[in-house]
């Protein structure tokens, strides 16, 4: 078998594919483009006119582009897991030529080419583990795991260097970038009819980020004449209308918390009079989203006098505060078994998650949490180096007294950390007990020891007040909410 002959096997494989990308009803092709892009792959191995160290890389080629239109295939069946494995397939084929080759190395210019071609596609195989899905389950009007799927998306295009991709990629992207914002934006207005709570403040959200979703499409428009990109900006200035027309919030709220020129601008084509009695002077609002937990064998009714205490003190300042409660249940004798506490730090991760998935990044968030709950946390956050907090409290805390803070400061997880310590904090003198003489080495006794080492970054707060004794509203008010805020 000749190059030429494998070249024409590959042409006509493009051909079909390149159909069966066109239009929906050629999605029937798909097979037997995939069937000739595997028989190229597997003839390159015999041709004695292409030079053995190009081999290799040919073969990759053609196997990237027979998992491609098999991907296609698993799609439109809807076999998603399927979807995944093959997109790993393809970034590992990505990963390992530009891994064990460079241009200079690829004598011919068609082979250049082809790298440049996986090079571009490497962002790409691995939104294929995502994008895709989520539009499959927004389509089915699923909007969380939707939103699941196309916040994963945003974070692989935030996270990649695009700098060594060719220019109609880097657009490509870009406008990735514009389309994701926008379609997160419509999962969460679809999430928002359903009964959840801090509504108002997931508006906020969607507003803000269709704002930055016109944005990115304003500085692709720059660029190219497609007039796809202009219509794109009209539709979002078409939906941020509608979203402002039927607001829960007031217009003040919103244009203080995103000093937008652009949205105050549209505000005036709503509405002049109303426009007009926006405050252009007022502080921007922050936003906090805060995690808190109870502790062993409760319920924690603390939570409560939380929940008040934070939501009347937000009022008399520039915060906005998303508070996220959970309950993880009671705690007895699964107290010590290593599965049920797995399964409760797992369900923590899960929590977290999808907090923020829902509402995207916030400029802090912040953790509470006491007794129990500071084991589950403390140990999420350990294990998982994507969460991050910039303020903790720790309340009669269980954790080892040789916990790692430095690591997860080094990995910026933490930024501040209060520690309430009392040295007549008697569940924790049992937990010392149950760590030295009945083999729970996974429990610690620091609420009431304190840490091996000193830290600048963590303050500790000193009292004779118990186990629990320190969740007062006063306590609240006098020292949490000022640490958390400051």
């Not at 078998?1 to 024409?8: A, Q, V």
């Not at 990759?60 to 027979?66: F, G, K, P």
């Not at 590992?92 to 082979?111: G, M, Q, R, S, V």
């Not at 539009?135 to 699941?148: G, P, S």
């Given at each position: 078998?000749?190059?030429?002959?494998?070249?024409?096997?590959?042409?006509?494989?493009?051909e079909?594919?390149?159909?069966?990308?066109?239009?929906?009803?050629?999605?029937?092709?798909?097979?037997?483009?995939?069937e000739?892009?595997r028989?190229?792959?597997?003839?390159?191995s015999?041709?004695?006119?292409?030079?053995?160290?190009?081999?290799?890389f040919?073969?990759?080629?053609?196997l990237?582009?027979?998992?491609?239109?098999?991907y296609?295939?698993?799609?439109?069946?809807?076999?998603?897991?399927?979807?995944?494995?093959?997109?790993?397939?393809?970034?590992?084929?990505?990963?390992?030529?530009?891994?064990n080759?460079?241009?200079?190395?690829?004598?011919?210019?068609?082979?250049v080419q082809?790298?440049?071609?996986?090079?571009?596609?490497?962002?790409?195989?691995?939104?294929?583990?995502?994008?895709?899905?989520?539009?499959?389950?927004?389509?089915?009007?699923?909007?969380?795991?939707?939103?699941?799927?196309?916040?994963?998306?945003?974070?692989i295009?935030?996270?990649?260097?695009f700098?060594?991709l060719?220019?109609?990629?880097?657009?490509?992207y870009?406008?990735?970038?514009?389309?994701?914002?926008?379609?997160?934006?419509?999962?969460?207005?679809?999430?928002?009819?359903?009964?959840?709570?801090?509504?108002?403040?997931?508006?906020?959200?969607?507003?803000?980020?269709?704002?930055?979703?016109?944005?990115?499409?304003?500085k692709?428009?720059?660029k190219?004449?497609?007039?796809?990109?202009?219509?794109?900006?009209?539709?979002?200035?078409?939906?941020?209308?509608?979203?402002?027309?039927?607001?829960?919030?007031?217009w003040?709220?919103?244009?203080?918390?995103?000093?937008?020129?652009?949205?105050?601008?549209?505000?005036?084509?709503?509405h002049?009079?109303?426009?007009?009695?926006?405050?252009?002077?007022?502080?921007?609002?922050?936003?906090?989203?805060l995690?808190?937990t109870?502790?062993?064998?409760?319920?924690?009714?603390?939570?409560?006098?939380l929940?008040?205490?934070?939501?009347?003190?937000?009022?008399?300042?520039d915060?906005?505060?998303?508070?996220?409660?959970?309950?993880?249940g009671?705690?007895?004798?699964?107290?010590?078994?290593?599965?049920?506490?797995?399964?409760?730090?797992?369900?923590?991760?899960?929590?977290?998650?999808?907090?923020?998935?829902?509402?995207?990044?916030?400029?802090?968030?912040?953790?509470?949490?006491?007794s129990?709950?500071?084991?589950?946390?403390?140990?999420?956050?350990?294990?998982n180096?994507n969460?991050?907090?910039?303020?903790i409290?720790?309340?009669g805390?269980?954790?080892?007294?040789?916990?790692?803070?430095?690591?997860?400061?080094?990995?910026?997880?933490?930024?501040?950390?209060?520690?309430?310590?009392?040295?007549?904090?008697?569940?924790?003198?049992?937990?010392?007990?149950?760590?030295?003489?009945?083999?729970?080495?996974?429990?610690?006794?620091?609420?009431?020891?304190?840490?091996?080492l000193?830290?600048d970054?963590?303050?500790?707060?000193?009292?004779?007040?118990?186990?629990?004794?320190?969740?007062?509203?006063?306590?609240?008010i006098?020292?949490?909410?000022?640490?958390?805020?400051n």
């Amino acid at each position: 078998m000749t190059e030429d002959e494998i070249n024409s096997i590959i042409e006509k494989a493009s051909e079909l594919k390149n159909l069966a990308n066109s239009k929906v009803e050629y999605h029937i092709i798909y097979p037997a483009a995939q069937e000739l892009y595997r028989i190229g792959y597997e003839l390159v191995s015999e041709c004695t006119d292409i030079p053995t160290d190009q081999k290799e890389f040919l073969s990759a080629v053609y196997l990237y582009e027979s998992l491609d239109c098999k991907y296609s295939i698993a799609l439109k069946e809807k076999k998603f897991s399927k979807c995944v494995m093959i997109s790993h397939e393809q970034q590992n084929i990505i990963k390992n030529i530009l891994t064990n080759y460079n241009e200079e190395d690829l004598i011919k210019e068609e082979f250049v080419q082809l790298y440049q071609y996986l090079k571009d596609h490497s962002i790409s195989a691995e939104l294929r583990e995502y994008f895709p899905i989520g539009l499959y389950y927004f389509e089915q009007k699923e909007y969380t795991e939707a939103l699941t799927n196309f916040r994963k998306s945003e974070e692989i295009l935030e996270m990649r260097d695009f700098s060594n991709l060719s220019d109609n990629f880097r657009d490509n992207y870009e406008l990735n970038k514009a389309i994701i914002k926008f379609n997160i934006s419509q999962c969460q207005i679809g999430i928002s009819k359903s009964k959840i709570i801090n509504k108002e403040f997931l508006e906020r959200q969607i507003i803000k980020g269709l704002l930055e979703s016109l944005e990115l499409n304003r500085k692709i428009v720059l660029k190219s004449s497609d007039s796809h990109y202009a219509k794109m900006i009209e539709g979002i200035l078409s939906f941020l209308g509608t979203v402002l027309e039927h607001s829960i919030n007031s217009w003040q709220t919103i244009y203080d918390y995103t000093r937008s020129e652009e949205l105050f601008e549209l505000m005036h084509t709503q509405h002049s009079l109303r426009a007009n009695a926006i405050l252009k002077t007022t502080t921007k609002k922050v936003d906090y989203l805060l995690f808190y937990t109870h502790g062993f064998n409760t319920r924690g009714e603390w939570k409560n006098d939380l929940t008040e205490v934070f939501t009347n003190m937000q009022n008399k300042t520039d915060i906005n505060f998303v508070l996220v409660p959970w309950d993880y249940g009671k705690f007895k004798f699964s107290f010590f078994s290593q599965l049920a506490r797995s399964k409760a730090i797992a369900r923590f991760e899960e929590r977290y998650e999808d907090a923020l998935d829902l509402y995207g990044k916030t400029a802090r968030k912040c953790l509470i949490a006491h007794s129990f709950g500071t084991y589950i946390t403390g140990t999420a956050i350990k294990q998982n180096e994507n969460f991050t907090f910039d303020r903790i409290i720790f309340a009669g805390n269980i954790l080892s007294i040789n916990y790692d803070w430095e690591s997860l400061k080094s990995r910026n997880q933490i930024s501040q950390v209060l520690i309430e310590k009392s040295t007549n904090d008697l569940p924790v003198l049992v937990a010392k007990f149950l760590n030295k003489f009945c083999f729970q080495n996974w429990i610690g006794y620091a609420g009431r020891f304190g840490f091996t080492l000193t830290y600048d970054y963590i303050k500790i707060i000193e009292s004779k007040s118990g186990h629990s004794e320190m969740l007062t509203r006063k306590n609240m008010i006098d020292n949490w909410f000022p640490f958390l805020t400051n």
